[in-house]
Every structure is written in C-alpha cells, then in structure tokens.
C-alpha cells in the first residue's frame, strides 16, 4: 500500500461521532499513478495533484465525481540566484518579460486559471497587498533588449551566446501533465528570446523531498500554497531560511534571495501584531520582491478534487489553508438507489451512456453529441422532448453538443438522443494572438484575442485579414499549422474540411538610425541624434542643394542649423 496513515475513531473527541470508523491517508507520488488509483477506486477521495487533463479522464467514470475548486495555490518559476547565470537580475528579468502568460493559461489551461502579475505575498490577501509591487509583464522588445545588455548575443541559430557559452538553462518540474504541457510552451516563448530550455521531470517525492531542498536546479516550476487569512512569508523569503547543509536543509527559501531590506521587512511583518505596522513592512517586502525577482508567477490553480458519488457530505468551494476535510466527521457512505438509462440513435451519442447509478439527490450531465453530417433532431427524457428543436437548425458538426442535467434525483430515469442527417458543415477555428485582431470579409465580424470558432457550409467561400494594433506588426499567419507568411488576408476556397487559422503578432521595434550625411559629409552620433558638420564644406551651392541621407526605414523629423530650427 506504499506510505500511509491510518486514523481511528476518537470516541472523546468533543464533537458530533464520525460516521465512517476509518480514514487512511496516503501519500501518492505523482499525478499519473494517482490517476490509475483514482479511476481504480483504489481512492475513495484525492485531494489535489490531479491535473485538468486528468480530472477529464477521471469524469469519464461515472461512479467519481469531480470538484474544481478556486484555489490559493500560485504556479510560478523559483530561480536559483546561485546559479552563475540567473544571479544576472538582467537575465531573470529578461524571462519574466520573455514569458506570455496570458498565451500559457489559455493553450494549457484553457483559460480556467488566473493570471496576475502581483508577488506571492499580494495575492490572496487584499488589506496586506502593495498593488503598486509587480512583476513584469510580457513584452518581447524589453527581454530581448535586456539579454543584449547582459552580453548575450543573438547568433544566427536563433540562440544567444556569451563568451562561446550558450545561453541553456534547465527547468525541472514534477510529471504532472499540464506541467509538462505548461514546459513545453514555455520553451516555445522563452525561444524566441534566444534561451534555449533543457526540460526535466521528476517524481513529486524526489522534486521536493531533494532537488529543490539540496537547491541543484536553475528554474523549479510549482505551486506554494497561499492564505487568504494571513500573506506569512518569512521562511519563503527570509535569508535564515535558506536550506543548507549547515541547517540540514530547513526553509523554503530556495532560491536563495538574501536583501537585508527585505530581512528585516519579512520579519517584521511577520511577528508584529499590530496590523498597521505589519501592511508598511509588507508594503516593502513585497516591492523588494518584485525589484529582486526570485520568483516569477505564471498562474493561480483551480484545484482539483475527486470523490467516490456515493461519498456523501463533502461541502467544500474555496481551496485554501482549510482542508476540503475541515467536516470529515459528518461524510458518509450510501448506498446507490437510483439509476439513468442513457442511450443514442445510430449518428451520435450520449455521454455518459448505459446504466449510471446515483445516490439519492445526486446530479449527473449528459452531453450530446451529433456525428459528422448529422444534427440532433431531439433529446427524450422519460419519453418527453427537453430539446425543443434548437438543434434542428443548429450545424450539423463533429463536436457540436447538447446538455442536459439531472438535478437531485430521487427516482429513476431514462434519457434518449436522437439524429437525423443534415446539411453538411465545417468548423473554422480562428486564434488570434496578443497584439492584433482578425475580421472575416462575409459578415465584417472581429475577433480579438483568443480563440473562436465559426461554422461555414460546405464550398463556401471564407476570406479573413489580419489586422496589428499600434506598435505590433504581423509575424505569421498559419493556416493548419503551416506558415503562411506575414499576410494580410487569408482565402479559405471552397470548403470542405474543418480548419484553423491563426494569427500571430509581434511589438514593431523601430528602426535606429546608423548612418547620416548632408552636402557629402557624414555624420556622427548615435540612436536618434546625429551630427553634421560641414563647417568645410565652401561649395555654397552645395549647401544650398545638398539633401540630407538617412539610413534606410528611418525617418528625419527635425532639423536644426547653428541650433535653429529649419525642419519646415
């Protein structure tokens, strides 16, 4: 059974007498060999570690049901400021700046996670939070120009060099799933700042338990745990909590941020009392925070939870430093009573199908599905039409679904799909990156950022262009995935598949000037101001008709002689 505790019954605690004898908890390594127990029935109830990818393989069993809980746990980056290249605060600002969250929460997360750019101390806890305190958000042109500064040279592989050493750095995490999903995007992004990103995954129990304790990883993705009653700290961030040999590894701060401002900030606002006080030195740890950078926040979960259905009383909503078994003592077990009967006509089916048992005031959906060329023509409950013919007129596509929900059952039922051939249509899915937007010529619909989905019939015509927001310019167009160029429109010919298109976008970096000359003479200076002097220069109608040359995009906006003015 692997590690485990075993909790009896405590016939004088002082409250109400558990209705279940027993508890067992059992410690599970990693989200994959969770999962199996869990779809096993191995485990009656899993308490966080099941990722959104698993929750959706764990719904498929109808006998679990599945809780999402908004959470105060925060996904980010620990950077190891040991390390001799993230101890650059260049460089770990460059990957904050690298990073497009917004991107990352909807590709993994579907957009079901929250996204702020405040430290860890401001997140869950409004009285004690420095608003002003923040990391940095996404901008290309500041992470490129910052690893420029650094020395990092871009080469012409696409990755940037120092001194022959290429600019690599590993990113550890556990095997969770949509942490590998959420690493792989996150090597894509930091990519285009020229850092190339070495990936590693490990097992809960040795991630935590030695790696990031014994402080040998350069990036660490995980969560820490928040409080929405108390910000705390101190052994996050505090330089006594660094782990070492010396200390036998004790403390969380492994990134190893040392700031005697901040010392004594995190301190003091962790033992006051006086909550006045502990907001002004909260104020300041959470701004030397955000100036030192040990951490970068990608993301707030929304936990996961699973639970046997016939496990009843269980009441939980809020993810927090209260455990979803604050009321343990009033669960129980029941008995299955009742039963839905699901079935679907040939071009289509219904999920769940067959026979679901549900305890007495259970819920169970249904979804709806119609096949490729059919649409749902009507859906009986109990022999008795909840359709009301919306999917008669609806487009007949693969995916295209229906819901229905039994709400607190106390009897039996039956529920019933039914298809019908119909017109045969295709979907278009349209992504839409940060920085522009996409209007579809037929009906002078706009799509902003995100992704959005369209259904055309079959053969038509689709034309779609891109537009870029001041300061961005088009990077690609892909159409299924494969690059188009930086077009402007994009024509879908007669249609007769389903397709995506996508739009991406990129901040325009203004040209700098490089060369400037006037009457023969070159100039000096640098970025926007340059110098001519043509003092020399005796050839008076020369200097009457000499143009001025610029490098080539720039653009002269003012011109002066002897400090006056002349640019009209």
């Known amino acids: 059974m692997g590690e485990y505790i075993s909790l009896e019954t405590n016939l004088y605690f002082y409250g109400s007498t558990p209705k279940i004898p027993s508890v067992i908890l059992k410690w599970i390594p990693d989200a994959t060999t969770m999962l199996a127990n869990v779809l096993s029935g191995t485990v009656d109830v899993s308490i966080v570690g099941l990722g959104l990818n698993e929750a959706k393989q764990a719904e498929q069993n109808t006998t679990i049901k599945v809780l999402r809980v908004p959470s105060t746990y925060w996904e980010h980056l620990e950077i190891n400021l040991s390390d001799p290249i993230l101890s650059d605060i260049r460089v770990q600002k460059a990957i ?24 860890y101390l401001g997140l869950f806890n409004s009285y004690y939070r420095n608003s002003n305190a923040r990391l940095p958000s996404h901008s290309l042109v500041l992470a490129n120009r910052l690893l420029d500064d650094a020395g990092w040279v871009m080469a012409s592989d696409g990755y940037r060099y120092k001194d022959g050493q290429k600019l690599t750095l590993e990113l550890s995490t556990t095997t969770r ?49 928040g409080d929405i009653l108390d910000p705390s700290g101190f052994n996050l961030f505090h330089s006594s909590q660094i782990p070492s040999e010396a200390n036998g590894f004790q403390g969380q701060n492994y990134s190893g941020v040392s700031d005697s401002m901040l010392d004594n900030a995190i301190y003091t606002a962790t033992h006051e009392v006086d909550p006045i006080v502990r907001k002004t030195y909260y104020d300041i740890a959470h701004q030397r925070i955000a100036d030192l950078i040990p951490q970068i926040g990608l993301n707030v979960w929304t ?26 003592n009033d669960w129980y077990w029941s008995s299955y009573q009742y039963k839905i009967t699901a079935s679907s006509d040939s071009g289509g089916r219904i999920n769940p199908s067959g026979t679901i048992y549900l305890p007495p005031n259970d819920s169970q959906t249904f979804v709806v599905s119609p096949d490729f060329g059919y649409h749902i023509a009507d859906v009986l409950v109990d022999s008795v039409s909840v359709f009301n013919n919306v999917g008669k007129i609806s487009p007949s596509v693969e995916g295209l679904s229906f819901t229905y929900t039994f709400q607190n059952v106390t009897s039996d039922h039956t529920i019933q799909a039914v298809f019908a051939p119909g017109e045969l249509y295709f979907m278009v899915k349209s992504i839409v990156g940060a920085g522009g937007t996409m209007m579809i010529e037929q009906n002078n619909f706009t799509y902003q950022p995100g992704e959005h989905f369209h259904f055309w019939s079959q053969f038509e015509v689709v034309k779609y262009y891109f537009f870029s927001d001041p300061g961005f310019k088009i990077k690609d167009v892909l159409v299924d995935g494969n690059s188009v160029g930086p077009v402007s429109s994009y024509t879908f010919e007669n249609i007769d598949n389903n397709h995506t298109i996508e739009a991406q976008f990129i901040e325009a970096v203004p040209p700098s000037m490089t060369a400037i000359s006037f009457a023969g003479v070159d100039g000096t200076g640098s970025g926007d101001d340059w110098t001519v002097d043509i003092s020399g220069v005796t050839n008076e109608s020369l ?26």
Not at 543 to 565: F, H, Y
Request: net charge neutral; glycine share 8%.
């Open 177 to 225: 799933q949509d942490r590998k999903d959420q690493v792989l995007v996150l090597k894509a992004q930091l990519r285009q700042i020229g850092i190339y990103i070495q990936t590693k995954f490990l097992s809960a129990s040795y991630f935590f338990g030695t790696y990031t304790t014994h402080r040998v990883f350069q990036l660490a993705m995980f969560a820490y745990g």
């Open 303 to 328: 936990d996961i939870y699973t639970y046997k259905r016939n496990l009843m009383g269980i009441d939980y909503n809020l993810s927090s430093s209260i455990p979803i078994t604050w009321n343990i």
């Open 543 to 568: 200097l009457d008709s000499g143009s001025i040359t610029v490098s080539e995009d720039c653009t002269l906006t003012t011109k002066t002689i002897d400090g006056v003015d002349v640019s009209g």
């Open 96 to 119: 904050a700046y690298g990073i497009n969250y917004d991107d990352l929460n909807n590709r993994v997360f579907s957009g079901q996670r929250l996204v702020s750019n405040l430290t």
